[in-house]
């Protein structure tokens, strides 16, 4: 079966914009790049960061950060190599996790995941949650 040149182009034109848009959707996970100013921008969401993290760990558990940090790190670390080597996370606390997208720049590695979660039930007993007194 012959490809006319018509619909060679329109695939051509299709694959160029799929590219421009996964480009797009990847602009903003890269740190160069500038937002731009002609287009209104989000409310800037809250960020965590590792301190903070480490004392929410550290208060659910009763230990101090210190203690808590070396746990932290390995698991980060382990997570983040799972999802480049484009694992499927099975996480009961945090859901399931799979990677959709990927991408390694020379700098980077570029992962796009898609997180499900159950909601959470009432009758979930944490071990770690505060007693109601």
Do not use: F
Not at 14 to 25: G, L
Not at 50 to 55: F, G, H, Q, R
Not at 76 to 89: C, N, P
């Amino acid at each position: 079966m012959a490809v006319s040149p018509k619909s060679k182009s329109k695939t051509m034109r299709s694959s160029a914009s799929a590219d421009k848009a996964v480009k797009e959707a990847v602009a903003p996970l890269s740190k160069s790049s500038k937002p731009d100013e002609s287009k209104p921008t989000a409310p800037s969401e809250p960020v965590v960061k590792t301190k903070e993290m480490l004392a929410r760990v550290a208060a659910r558990t009763e230990l101090r950060p210190i203690q808590v940090r070396d746990v932290y790190e390995a698991v980060l670390e382990e997570l983040g190599a799972a999802l480049v080597r484009g694992e499927k996370l099975r996480i009961p606390p945090l859901g399931t996790v799979k990677v959709n997208r990927q991408k390694t720049l020379p700098d980077a590695d570029v992962v796009i995941c898609k997180i499900r979660r159950n909601k959470m039930s009432a009758k979930v007993d944490d071990p770690l949650a505060p007693v109601d007194d």
